[in-house]
């Protein structure tokens, strides 16, 4: 689950407690909108943004009825007849709000989605208000990362081609090519591995090299954030005194952020040349 969907349903679940706390009432410490739709205010962003006819906005919502949720990148319409754009209207970014919705008072985009025939009730949370210019920005910026992730699927698959690495050498992700098999037992979580590797670029230039510093790698297998997750799921493979070579594409490597050393850049394939040494 990722941070915001946790968030989003801490909140939701405080609701949910709310209203049964207050079961007879209608509605309490909630504001009524135009067109019969009701709001309470959950928590408060740092931003005094509001929305303006045309700006884009990224919502996230909740519905405590059918427990599904949806993140919606929308665009703020000319006309705001119905109850759901007034409530949307008075948030800022990093707002949320409890709304109580009637089905006629709702776009399509949420009654189809969420198969609303009466009310919704749901959790608004807005994450981010795109002026057009900032839009535009965010735009160009998705397609820079597009052009980049096409451009690193490209390189990654001449270099497979060229070292005939099929799809039968792929495992969760990354491609294991193995070397020499090793006569120790297999890693398994909860050791601690002590393991040589040199690390490279497809074109085989190389930027890490733990034999040359004399420091083979240590950590613990299943501890999280010690190793690269591509290097841990090939290192899961292996058994004591084998080697392997691994191809970690970014999403399993360094990312769309590159390493924070700056050596390997961002949307990079990566190669390891690895070898367990000892399994504690």
Known sequence: MNRSKAFAWSLLGLWMISLVACQGETYPGYREVRGGGHYKRLTVGDSGQRLKNG??????????????????????????????WRVLKILNPGDSVLAILPNDELPDTLKQYFSVTDTLKCLLYLKQIYTPETWKAYQDELALKADAELNEQQAMKRYLDAHQITEEQRYGGIYIVPVEEGRGRTVDSGDYVVAHYRSMFLDSTEFDNSYEAGSPLEFRMGKPDQVLPGFAMGIRTMRLGSKSVFIIPSQLGYGEWGSTTGLVPPYTTTIFEVEVIAIK
Do not use: C, N, V
């Open 55 to 84: 700006d884009r906005f990224d919502l996230r919502i909740s519905s405590s009825a059918t427990d599904d949720s949806m993140a919606w990148q929308g665009q703020y319409p000319q006309q705001q007849q119905l109850a759901f």
